[in-house]
């Protein structure tokens, strides 16, 4: 069963369409119309579905209700949001068992990628200034207040007695990004010291630094929270995850790795759904909405590294960028990725498996 989480004052997602569909079953008593359904635009009200990744929940839960109050504004339609957050691949794997979210936003491209796959998602979502991005941040290293392990990057995960937390990558998309940037460090060094991006040698420096992990939680804020109870040492994480944290006066320090990954967070329309809802017009204005200057900057309050050009000059200071950050691209690309380090033969499950 799925994880939902609603607020108290948002009714049943289906209230008002029950009417609609009520209405029209009448309709056809005298009729035999084949006209379309009405959209939501036509009525009273308005509902919206947002399935969403599970680190993305705190800045959401704040821009929602500034979403609804504009729509109403705008429109005079109130409009009730239904949300629910999961990890990553979770989510996306919910959304093509039956979850009928309207908007998705997930981890990593290839769990969009996944629901377009199955035929949910008929435009191309990447056609956007952000190439359908809708936030960034870069992998990590948490650790206690005052770093009393003196950890100082990739390399001292690697050394004994150092418990270190990341969540499972079979679930979680942040999981993903924490390996890739630990695998593509690991490339990084191999070219240092050998010349080549050498992918065995990356291998093994996984390896060294996944024979000190404590637990493989099931989404990256399962991990936080495992963390915020007291296991492990370190943590790999995303940095706004501790941003938030620290804002909340939670006591961590952050540790950027020279060499770490940048993380596109992606959102995208779920087309079959809103078809199916008769909501495009309210889809597509809170799309929108996420991405303005207002809401990018809800996004930074909370950690993220905005796509929107205007709000990621007027808070780069606040960011650092670390000398060898690299991007999915460095790595060959998400296809090539997943061939590579998660399938059933790929690199990180030969790592599971001490091969």
């Given at each position: 069963?799925?994880d ?6 948002k ?24 006209e ?53 691949g ?17 981890a ?10 199955a035929?949910f ?11 359908g ?30 418990k ?8 979680s ?21 050998l ?17 000190n ?8 804020r ?8 007291g ?5 790999v ?11 909340k ?24 759904h809103?078809?199916?809802h ?48 690299f ?29």
């Amino acid at each position: 069963m799925w994880d939902y989480v609603f607020n108290a004052r948002k009714r049943k997602i289906y209230s008002g369409i029950v009417g609609l569909l009520v209405a029209a079953m009448l309709a056809g008593c005298s009729s035999n119309s084949t006209e379309p359904e009405p959209s939501q635009a036509a009525y009273g009200e308005a509902t919206l579905v947002v399935g969403a990744y599970s680190v993305a929940k705190d800045a959401l839960q704040e821009l929602l209700p500034m979403f609804e109050e504009k729509w109403k504004a705008e429109t005079g339609q109130s409009l009730h949001i239904e949300e629910s957050y999961e990890a990553s691949g979770t989510q996306a794997r919910a959304i093509i068992g039956g979850f009928e979210a309207d908007v998705a936003i997930m981890a990593m491209e290839g769990d969009i990628d996944l629901i377009e796959n199955a035929g949910f998602i008929t435009h191309d979502w990447r056609d956007t200034a952000s190439q359908g991005m809708l936030t960034r941040s870069i992998v990590v290293l948490g650790t206690r207040e005052g770093n009393p392990l003196n950890i100082q990057g990739w390399d001292d995960l690697t050394e004994k007695g150092v418990k270190v937390l990341y969540p499972n990558p079979k679930t979680s998309g942040g999981a993903q990004w924490d390996i890739n940037a630990m695998f593509g460090a690991g490339l990084k060094q191999a070219e240092e010291k050998l010349g080549t991006a050498d992918q065995q040698y990356a291998k093994e420096y996984l390896k060294k630094i996944h024979a000190n992990v404590e637990s493989l939680d099931k989404s990256g804020r399962a991990s936080m929270a495992a963390f915020e109870y007291g296991v492990g040492d370190v943590i790999v994480t995303y940095e706004n995850e501790l941003l938030a944290r620290i804002a909340k006066g939670v006591n961590y320090d952050i540790v950027i790795p020279e060499e770490t990954i940048l993380i596109e967070n992606p959102i995208a329309l779920v087309d079959k759904h809103i078809e199916q809802h008769g909501n495009r017009q309210v889809a597509e204005a809170f799309y929108k909405y996420l991405l303005s200057e207002e809401a990018q900057r809800i996004f930074v309050k909370h950690g993220f590294r905005a796509v929107d050009e205007v709000v990621a000059a007027e808070s780069k200071d606040k960011y650092t960028v670390p000398e060898g950050l690299f991007d999915i691209s460095y790595l060959g690309g998400w296809d090539k990725v997943r061939e590579e380090l998660y399938s059933k033969r790929g690199i990180w499950y030969q790592v599971l498996a001490d091969l």
